[in-house]
Nanobody, 128 residues
Framework: QVQVAESGGDSVQAGGSLNLSCVAS???????????MAWFRQTPGKEREGVAA???????RYAESVKGRFTISRDTGKNTMSLQMMDLRPEDTAMYYC???????????????????WGQGTQVTVAS
């Protein structure tokens, strides 16, 4: 079982920046570098949306809405992942979740059903 915990959410003004962190822990059957990790976000009444992913092969993938503003990074040795968010907009306001899966399908990185383990979320609020 893998436990996932996010941190770093806050309230900021539009144009501001935040850095979210995710830590994965627990008993696993393989090194963390074969796990895909991703960030999703969700607002009330809407489905969870894939924001960015860091695949086991090192590839980073982003939703079109955040390309050029968000940067995902990962330290497999420490089982951690971060999301640097810049030029934040009110539409970025959401609960942000970290998700983990072993050897996921890169072509489906943005699909909620691909991931086995989830954190409790961290709230990001961007004021206009």
């Amino acid at each position: 079982q893998v436990q996932v915990a996010e941190s770093g959410g806050d309230s900021v003004q539009a144009g501001g920046s935040l850095n979210l962190s995710c830590v994965a822990s627990g008993r696993i059957s393989a090194p963390y570098d074969v796990y895909d990790m991703a960030w999703f976000r969700q607002t009330p009444g809407k489905e969870r949306e894939g924001v960015a992913a860091s695949a086991f092969d090192g590839a980073a993938r982003y939703a079109e809405s955040v390309k050029g503003r968000f940067t995902i990074s990962r330290d497999t040795g420490k089982n951690t992942m971060s999301l640097q968010m810049m030029d934040l907009r009110p539409e970025d306001t959401a609960m942000y979740y970290c998700a983990v899966v072993r050897n996921g399908n890169p072509g489906q990185w943005y699909e909620e059903y691909e991931y086995d383990f989830w954190g409790q979320g961290t709230q990001v609020t961007v004021a206009s």
